[in-house]
Each structure stands twice: as structure tokens, then as C-alpha cells.
């Protein structure tokens, strides 16, 4: 070995004692085998590798520790381990909930240190035995392996993916030109039993210098195995070609060292550590050029990290860097010492000093020498993350959201008792649940929303609600209503006088010279804070110019002084989270935005308001990003540019199918010979195999789903795991609606950014944040602002939430309604106890137009101030690409819809008696 590097006497006695430690805990009296790659890159000890590695069989490692590869000829050795290792401990599913008095008073005190809205649905998993198992995947041949080359037999190798232990995608050696391939390659994996393992399979044809093709794909479940039993299962991959892929399994318990999990049922959060890397420069009296050393730890946050050695500069850099990982993994740490060109000495240019340390080998909380010489010496330290999560995982509801909803219950109750006549003070219990439900329509939403709320504060019915959500143009309404933190207490004409002067005035004036100043130093004031840039921050920023003479400084959690007090209802405001090449009907994901917090419906994963745009890991901030301003979330929000050609057809209410020909891959489902005296468990998958559909189909789905434009955040939840049984959720199966729902492999975990769209590109509803059980809304009031038919909303909602399983009153429609809606329909399915009762107010233009005011007829030469044009076409004032109305069309639009609104006082008066009754009815029968 090179003389100017090499690892620690010390340091590799300690990694022997840490391995006699590690065997001693080994209850099945087997070592884990595992190689040591800590040992520097030069050609003698490269030649030393190369001689070691002929002693031994052809053995495949990975890069992680977790997951190792041997060939056929240590079958027989592999076989009689196995043999040895039958004796292990049972696994006992109830041990996951025992814990001694003292974790559970540890298990206090770090509750007690989370933030406040850490829910009662999170719980901590940590059982006194390991929970983990070992799989061995042995790849042993296929037959009758298609032909994809044009003058040869395929050139086939198979690949194995299971992220849920390793990072590394392990795969076999290549064999070309062969219809029947044999392999014999065994792997291993060390996996978490509380977590989902699914599996990747996939055969590939290599195609060197191109890229390999795929040629199909297998997703396992590893639920299927039993343990300490051997199954071989062949995969029929053709079944017109015979085509057959043999797999062979075994799965086995192995004891560990106990892992903390978190979870809430859907989502896991595992063990993080940190690993601190220090280089030193030892004492000489000559100066030092400057050295950098080039730190990698693959699958970590941070993944790649330099650090700059430079003695001779006052303000040295930091010698050290940090990286967080997650423990199940085992990562390598590779350190380089990058060398510049010399020229007196060519011969060495070029060269580098490196070594390799498993992580595995370190023990927890000892600083380490790894690595010396006469210039430098380097220490790792390695240590357990002990802060709690920045998230909270749970589908409750927040504290701070609990505390508003006793808040405003005061409001509630006096404004029912005003408007119903009531003669005794409502219980809190008692009090309904109202919340005003508002959609899409750009400047023709926001004005219609300002009508609406008047129309409410003139029935004294404005303090009946407790939620407002919003999407779109909307969320426009509600940023300028919340920025005062009494709004709901003042006359609305005064603003709307405001709102009336932006709404007329000429939008050209947006694109002016120091205006266009203005974003560019915006945009790059968003880029020096650490955000990803996107079209929609500019378009942010336009929509602030339209609508606002100056810039708004305010941020979604300033929200909270209009609330806190609860003297105004808690707005929700709505977005959607896709994925490229997907259509937004085959994957969407509600996100919902509040002034507490910022979290998926689906999940029940959670982040502080403030913090959105940060960088996560594993539920853990990494990196403090400053919350965006309102400007740029309102770009979001309303992403008119974030349609595609398949979500236009949708809308349009074309089929899709003959599209999802080429948009999805051809999947089967491969029938297992399941034991009639197993148990059935519903949490584990079938075996899928997929198909790919070529290149063509590739292109054509590229175009077909590609958006323009889409919003681009950090994506919190990145890193997390999903739990075993997380298809038996409620919660999750309640919003359940994507083709990737049973492959989290591929689900949002695993994506670097949030992807976030309209959601009026799929339904225009700000709804769904409305049903979840844990808001227990009563009565919901949707105010329908949408061009076009204006049932077709409703109808796909209602469409939607039946096949979601989630309840929700039936609306039918007659033909007559149909062709001649009325303002307002009251639909109440007594058979779904669990449904609110829905108000339903179309944009139409009906009695108005004979009425200025709810019994008052209008006079000859007041008819037209009765005629608001109100229909989808594009020659209507209020089509929804107009961004400008004249002073008359503004003042039509808000007398209109604030006159339907009063017009049908006595069916939001009989919603409210109705749901007043209901909860009465609930507590009497409650308190028997």
C-alpha cells in the first residue's frame, strides 16, 4: 500500500472488535458477509484486489452493505448457512407495541420536545428485537428469451430494485447472444418488516453504446414469502412464446439493533444519522497549497460534499462536512484527494489519493482516525439524528387548527342564534359546521367571490362559516381579503370599491419597463434564497402587478393574525401534485395550503406553513429556505399554462382510452398458488408484469403529457417509507386515485421536487380539503364560478367522491334543471348520515334580471342593468381569458351574484335549522 495513505492501525482494530461484537449479536452464529472497501486507489493495491478477488468465488458487491451478489459456485456454502440459520427467533408482531416503563418516559420526553401539532394518529414503532429479515433473490435463468437484435440473439442481463433497502439497483453479468440464459446469482437484501418491499425485476437487453432496452419488468411483493421457506417461482414473461423467468426466494429472521420508526399508518420515517468527515492538516513550518478533498455518500441528503484545505488563507474554509443519511442503508464513504497537474512532475498528473469506509464497520459516537500521513489526517464521526421530525405525520387535525375551530364556534353560535330565532344559547357540541366552497374562473371568480361574501355579510350569515377554500381565481379573493386581520367584521363595499379601480384598469401596464425590472430582480432575489425557478414565479409576479398597485410582502403564515382570534373563517386554498409523463386523471395528488400548515391529503403528511420550499429529508429539515411570498403562490395556484393535451380531452369529456394505449404500459397481474390454509392478508400485492410499449409510444406519450408550465417546489416528504399495511388505511384509500397507488416505488417518496398544477385542470372544486372526516363539515355552500355547463363541475365531483367511497349527497339534476338551472339547489341525502348537507349556487342569470333586489321589480329603463352575459363563449365580458371589465360588467357581476345570494336566504336558513337539529339529535343520543 501506498506509504502516504493508509488507514489507522487503531481504527481497523477497532472495526475487528466491532465485527466479533456484531457476531456475537448474531443469534444465528452466522456472519453477515460483507467486504471491506476501505483501502486506497493505487495500482499496487489495485493488482492486490485483483489476486484477492481470483482467491475467492465470482461474487457480485454492491455499493451499499446491505446487498450483496454470489454466484453459482457458493450455492452449496449459501445453502448450508441457511441450513445453520433456521434456529432464529421467532418474529412476533405484538412486540412492536411493547415498551418498557423507561422508553415510554423517553418516549414522553420526545414528544414533549416536538412541536405542538404533532398528532395523536403518529405513533413511534420500537420493538426490543430487531425487526428486519434477510431475502435472498436468486436470478437462475430464462427460456426462450425473445429475439430484439436484428442479427443476433438478445444480449440479456436482469436488474433488481428494492429501494426500501438499498440504493444501489443490483444487477446480473451480461450474457450475449443466448436464447436460454443461465445466471445462477444470488442477492441479498437486509429489509425492514414494517416496511413495504416491493420488488423490481426487470429484464433488460444490453445495447452498448445506446441505452439498454427494457424488455419487461416484475414488481414482488416480499409479503408473499414465508419465512424459513424456499420458493422458486417462474415468471411467465410470454405466454403465447413460452417465455419463463426463474426466481428463486428465501426469506429469514435476523437479529439486529433495534430501529425507531415513526409512522401514521400510511408513511414510515426511519432511523436518521449523521456523519461528520474532519480533515486535518498536520503541523509544518512550510505553507500548503491548497488540497481539496472530494467526499461522496451515495444516497444521503447531501450525497457529494468538498472540502477545501488552504492553510494559507486567514479565512480558511470549514475542514469538515456533514452528511445525513439514513441508517438502513449502510452507505460507503469515498474520500478523494484531488491532486492538480504538476509540471515537474508529469507522470503524476492525474493521479489521485482515495479510500472507501462502510459505514457499517463505525462505531456510533466515537470520533474515528481513519486516515493519515505526513500532511493530513482525516476522522469520521457518526452519530444517531436525535432531533424529532420538522413534519408531522398524522390525518388529525393540528392543534393550532383545534383551537380555532373552539374559537370560532363562539362566532358561530351568536350568529345562529341571531338569524334562526334561536332561544337558547347552542352548545359547542351543537354548533354546525359551515364552510364556503368556491372554484375557477380567473377575474371572473374573483369578482363573483367579492358578490357572494357581500351577499352573506348583508344576512348577517357571513359569521355562520368556518371555512372558505379556493382555487384559481379565487385564492386572488382570498389573499386580498386576509391581509386584514378583520375583514369579515368591515363592510365589503369598501373594498370592492378597491377591487373595482384593479380590475379596470389597463393590464399593459404590467409589462412596463421598471415593472419588467422589477420581476428580474425578483426572480433573482428567489433564486440567491434557494428556490427552483419556474414560469409560474413570473407569472406570480404579473398577477401581483394586475391586481395591486405596489408589491404585497405578506406570506401564507401571516394569515394567522386574521384568524388566530377566531374572528374570521380559516382559508384553504388548493393545488395538485403530478408527475411527468402522466396525465393528470392517472396521477393527481391534493395538496392542501392553510396559515398553519402545508400537507397531502393522502399521506396525512404535514410541514409548518413557513417552511414550505424548504429542503426535507426523512421528515427532517435539512436546509431552511425563506417561505415564499403570496405572489408566487398565488402563480401556482392559478397555473393557467399547466394543462395538457390529455386533461383537455377529459375536461372536454372525450374518452381517453384509445390514448392510454400509448400513455401506459401493458400490465398483467401473475397469479400466485396461494395455500388454501394461508391466511388471507389484503395488505399484499399481487405480482405485476409490465410491459413497455416502445419507442414510439415513448414519444408520443412525451407529447401528449407534456405541460407548459408547472409549479416547482422541495418536495417534503422525500425520503419516507411507506408502511406495510398501508393499503389498508382509510385515509389513504379515501383518496386513493392513481395507477401508482400499488407501486410505491414510484409514488412521491422517491421524487426530488413537488410538481404542482390548477386543480381545475382535473375537477373545478377547492372541495376534497372539506371531507376529510377529521374537519366534520356540516353544510357546505359551493359557489359555482365555472365557464361552460355549469353542472359539469358538480357531476364530476359527485362522480368522483362515490367512486372514492367518500361521503357526499346525491345531486340529481332533472332535464328540465338542466336546460334551465335555477340559483340555488339544497341537496340532502338522508340515507348518507355522514354527508353534508350541499348548497349549490350556479352562475346564472335568472329572476335578476326581472329584480334588482329580492322583491323589488325593476323599472323599464333598469332592464338592462339586468342582463350580465354570464356564458362560456368567447364574445361574453366574462370569458375567462378577459383580464380587464369595464366599470358596468364589474358592477353587473358582484350585483348579480351577491342577489342570488339574498334571493335564496330561506335555503341556507333551512340548511342551517336542518344541521342545527341534526347535531342536537347527535348529542342527545350521544349522551345515553
Known sequence: MNPSVFICQDFQIKINQYENEEMKRNSHGTEIPYRTECQVETPSDKENTRRDECNRTESHFCDEASLWAETQSDKENIGNVEHDRRESHPFDQASLQAETPSDKENAGNVERNRRESHSSDQVSLQGPVALFSLLSVRIIRMTNLRETDLLSQSDCYVSLRLPSS????????????????????????????????????????????????????????????????????????????????????????????????????????????????????????????????????????????????????????????????????????????????????????????????????????????????????????????QKSPDMRLGFDLCPEEKDFICKRKKYVAAALKNVLRLEGELQDNEVPVVALMTTAGGVRSMTAMYGSLLGLQKLNLLNCISYITGLSGTTWTMINLFRDPYWSHKNLEGMIMDVRKQVMKNKLCCFSVDNLKYYEKEIWNRHDEGHKLTFADLWGLILESMFHDKPDPHKLSDQRQAINLGQNPLPIYLALNVKKRYSTLDFKEWVEFTPYEVGFLKYGAFINAEDFGSEFYMGHMMKKIPESRLCFMQGMWSNIYSQNLLDALYLAEHSEDFWHRWT????????????????????????????????????????????????????????????????????????????????????????????????????????????????????????????????????????????????????????????????????????????????????????????????????????????????????????????QYSEEDFNKLINLTSYNILNNEHMILQALRTAVERKKQQNFHSSF
Open 166 to 385: 438499498s440504493f444501489v439497483t443490483a444487477r446480473t453479468k451480461t450474457i450475449s447472444n443466448c436464447r436460454n440464459p443461465v445466471w445462477n446469482e444470488t442477492f441479498f437484501f437486509r429489509i425492514q418488516n414494517m416496511a413495504k418491499n416491493i420488488l423490481e425485476i426487470t429484464v433488460y437487453d444490453e445495447d452498448s453504446p445506446f441505452s439498454d432496452e427494457e424488455l419487461c419488468s416484475i414488481t414482488f411483493d416480499t409479503a408473499n414469502l414465508q419465512f424459513e421457506e424456499r420458493v422458486c417461482k417462474h415468471f411467465e414473461l410470454n405466454k403465447e412464446k413460452n417465455e419463463l423467468l426463474e426466481v428463486e426466494f428465501y426469506l429469514e429472521h435476523i437479529s439486529d439493533m433495534p430501529e425507531n420508526l415513526i409512522s401514521n399508518g400510511v408513511l414510515l420515517s426511519r432511523e436518521l444519522c449523521c456523519l461528520k468527515v474532519e480533515v486535518n492538516h498536520r503541523e509544518r513550518k512550510k505553507k500548503r497549497k491548497k488540497q481539496t478533498f472530494a467526499c461522496t455518500l451515495r444516497g444521503s441528503y447531501e450525497d457529494a460534499q468538498n472540502i477545501l484545505m488552504d492553510s494559507s488563507s486567514r479565512n480558511a474554509p470549514p475542514n469538515h462536512a456533514t452528511f445525513h443519511y439514513a441508517k438502513y442503508c449502510n452507505p460507503k464513504l469515498e474520500v478523494q484527494l484531488l491532486k492538480k497537474r504538476s509540471i515537474c512532475c508529469p507522470s503524476n498528473s492525474g493521479k489521485t489519493l482515495s479510500f472507501t469506509l462502510p459505514l457499517c464497520q463505525v462505531p456510533l459516537g466515537e470520533r474515528i482516525e481513519v486516515a493519515n500521513d505526513k500532511a493530513y489526517e482525516v476522522f469520521v464521526t457518526t452519530e444517531n439524528c
Open 664 to 883: 401506459r404500459p401493458r400490465m398483467y397481474e401473475i397469479e400466485e398458488d396461494i395455500p388454501p390454509w394461508l391466511p388471507k392478508r389484503p395488505y399484499v400485492q399481487p405480482t405485476r408484469l409490465f410491459i413497455p410499449n416502445g419507442s414510439v409510444s415513448d414519444v408520443i406519450r412525451d407529447v401528449i403529457t407534456m405541460r407548459p408550465v408547472v409549479a416547482s417546489y422541495s418536495n417534503f416528504i422525500k425520503g419516507l417509507q411507506f408502511n406495510d399495511k398501508y393499503l389498508e388505511n382509510n385515509n389513504f384509500s379515501m383518496w386513493k386515485d392513481t395507477v401508482l397507488d400499488c407501486n410505491p416505488n414510484h409514488l412521491t417518496e422517491s421524487e426530488e421536487y413537488l410538481e404542482l398544477v390548477d386543480t381545475a385542470f382535473f375537477i373545478n372544486t377547492s372541495c376534497p380539503p372539506l371531507l376529510r372526516p377529521e374537519r366534520q363539515v356540516d353544510i357546505i355552500i359551493h359557489l359555482n364560478y365555472s365557464g361552460g355547463a355549469q353542472e359539469l363541475p358538480l357531476d364530476l365531483s359527485t362522480r368522483y367522491y362515490h367512486h372514492q367511497g367518500i361521503p357526499f349527497p346525491k345531486t340529481v339534476l332533472t332535464e328540465e334543471d338542466r336546460k334551465h338551472l335555477k340559483e340555488c339547489y339544497l341537496f340532502d341525502d338522508a340515507e348518507s348520515p355522514k354527508a353534508p348537507i350541499l348548497l349549490y349556487f350556479p352562475l346564472v342569470c335568472d329572476s335578476f334580471q326581472k329584480y334588482k333586489a329580492p322583491g323589488v321589480e325593476r323599472s323599464p329603463n333598469e332592464m338592462d342593468d339586468g342582463y350580465a352575459d354570464v356564458t362560456s363563449t368567447i364574445f361574453s365580458p366574462y370569458a375567462t381569458g378577459i383580464l
